[in-house]
């Protein structure tokens, strides 16, 4: 009877730590970092999280930059557009002192020199913002990095990331929604097209979406949780992975 106790109490642990959701740094530790720089991904793998995620765009002559919005008003200060500008130019910007005067001097990094952050066992996210014409110089930079088995990729864009499968079908591919109707619409074609899954806003991630996602053997990711309760009440449904702000303050939380 002891004995049959102890196995029952293993495998109850076993299955406990294979439900913790992946978690993932939006945009690094952006909570307290100036997000999408490389400072930002550092203090990440330094919190513990599991993966980071970060946005991606092509300058003008080629090269794949770090940036969420396709300006650079926001982080930067300066209105360019960084499918029309020079890397040169967008590398010249400081991205960090709007953060704090700790990280005056952050640059846009080049998406090489985040991938070299990434540490053994854990995965980048790498959201796709603009088109398929990226990918060439993405596959250049992932190969150069050796670090393609660590890599994940998403995007909103339908055509940009059933294109991604295609030029990387070794790695995971997500969709990303906010809206539960195009999920509803396009789920059977994920499937069919060999994408791994859905990357969701957890506010339309509940048990039905959870249940076709399963049927179709289709992993679920959410965005953005820096609520204990939301991320407590989408882990219960069994997510693959929630990103949030503030990687190291939610995973104690939960």
């Not at 506010?203 to 992993?219: F, N, P």
Request: charged share 25%.
């Amino acid at each position: 009877m002891k004995r049959m106790m102890c196995v029952c109490i293993f495998f109850m642990a076993v299955s406990s730590a294979i439900a913790q959701p992946t978690i993932i740094a939006h945009r690094g530790a952006s909570y307290l970092a100036p997000e999408n720089t490389v400072a930002a991904a550092q203090l990440a793998w330094e919190l513990g999280a599991d993966a980071v995620e970060i946005d991606i765009h092509l300058s003008a002559d080629g090269k794949v930059m770090v940036n969420h919005d396709h300006t650079t008003k926001r982080t930067g200060g300066e209105e360019l557009k960084i499918a029309e500008s020079q890397s040169a130019i967008l590398r010249k910007l400081d991205v960090g002192a709007w953060k704090s005067g700790k990280y005056k001097g952050e640059k846009i990094p080049f998406v090489a020199e985040v991938l070299e952050t990434i540490p053994e066992g854990k995965h980048l996210v790498v959201e796709i913002k603009c088109g398929s014409e990226v990918l060439p110089a993405l596959r250049e930079a992932v190969d150069a990095s050796g670090k393609q088995d660590q890599i994940i990729f998403i995007s909103f864009g339908w055509q940009t990331i059933v294109d991604t499968k295609a030029k990387f079908p070794d790695n995971e591919c997500y969709w990303l929604s906010s809206s539960k109707d195009k999920v509803n619409e396009k789920i059977e074609e994920v499937a069919q097209l060999g994408l791994d899954g859905i990357n969701l806003h957890s506010s339309i991630v509940d048990q039905a979406m959870m249940d076709r996602a399963a049927a179709l053997d289709l992993k679920v990711l959410c965005w953005t949780v820096d609520s204990p309760e939301e991320a407590k009440r989408v882990k219960e449904l069994g997510i693959g992975g929630i990103t949030t702000n503030r990687p190291a303050w939610l995973k104690e939380r939960i």
